[in-house]
């Protein structure tokens, strides 16, 4: 059995009421839930095939057997602790806007004019001709940072400007990671869809773990809803057959969240007649009526 599924049955027993003539009622329910989730499970890589991003690695899983391919090179993690080295610097003046420089503020930003310092140094660590960006950004930061230590404070014009001045070129980096992710996603994901062959993938499902909540337009998301023709819109009564897992960073809890999103769905197209009804709150609709009630609209300041 998978072992982070284990860990959630061996759960069931503390949710609540856990005590009383309905506590064995709850116990039964989320053992009959349980039960079509492992069934489900034991589908999943094997005669159903899944995909699941993991920190840099993309994996497959099928036939009972896992493929795993790095997907996200070094050079990517290179160029954005370049663009952090610059962040870094956006958010110390963020916290420190309009002040005078006292011994520790005029120290942190030393400490933060080294840190770009070194950045720079080790700029040569990327092919030539993707330099010019991160130069300009780097030699940028530190003019910007000798200015400041020169006038003693953190001025908030030239720090609005500077914010600007710098927006595009971390957008440019940006730009540079994003194309290397959508790179290495598609020549994994090409090779083995060309090995499963198309009767295969129809069924295949792909879930993504990050340790954040889904970012809007999310690289790895837009990648596989062009290529499975899916639209995620805003949460999780969107997902089919791509899906976040936020918070998660290993594949077995991957999977079983995979599963039960596969068991609510079916359990919603039994119960309502709707594949997405039980991936909003069971509650919504009748909250939204009584919302109007106890919070009407034009009560709202």
């Not at 009564?237 to 976040?244: A, G, K, P, Y």
């Not at 918070?247 to 969240?257: K, Q, R, T």
Request: proline residues 3%; aromatic residues 6%; negative net charge.
């Amino acid at each position: 059995m998978n072992p982070f599924t284990a860990t959630k049955i061996a759960e069931a027993n503390t949710f609540l009421p856990d005590a009383g003539p309905l506590a064995a009622t709850n116990l039964a329910f989320h053992d009959s839930y349980n039960n079509v989730v492992c069934d489900v499970l034991a589908q999943l890589g094997h005669d159903t095939p899944v995909i699941g991003l993991v920190a840099d690695d993309l994996l497959l899983l099928v036939d009972g057997k896992q493929e795993s391919e790095r997907v996200i090179p070094e050079h990517f993690h290179q160029l954005k602790a370049i663009g952090h080295s610059a962040f870094a610097l956006q958010l110390w003046l963020m916290q420190h806007n309009a002040q005078q420089l006292d011994t520790t503020l005029r120290s942190q930003l030393q400490a933060n004019h080294l840190v770009l310092s070194n950045t720079l140094a080790a700029l040569d660590i990327l092919p030539e001709w993707e330099r010019s960006t991160p130069t300009t950004l780097v030699d940028g930061s530190l003019e910007y940072v000798a200015e400041l230590l020169q006038l003693g404070k953190v001025d908030e014009a030239r720090t609005r400007e500077y914010s600007a001045w710098m927006a595009p070129l971390v957008l440019e980096l940006a730009g540079a990671a994003a194309r290397l992710e959508i790179d290495g996603l598609h020549a994994a994901v090409t090779k083995w869809r060309s090995e499963m062959g198309d009767a295969r993938w129809r069924s295949i499902y792909v879930v993504l773990c990050g340790n954040h909540q889904p970012r809007y337009r999310h690289v790895a998301t837009q990648y596989f809803e062009r290529l499975l023709g899916e639209h995620q819109g805003g949460g999780a009564e969107c997902e089919d057959r791509i899906v976040f897992a936020e918070g998660v960073c290993e594949i077995n809890e991957a999977l079983d969240l995979l599963a039960r999103h596969i068991v609510d769905q079916q359990a919603s197209i039994l119960i309502f007649g709707d594949k997405s009804r039980l991936q909003r709150d069971l509650f919504a609709d009748v909250a939204a009526v009584y919302l109007d009630q106890v919070v009407p609209a034009d009560s709202v300041s």
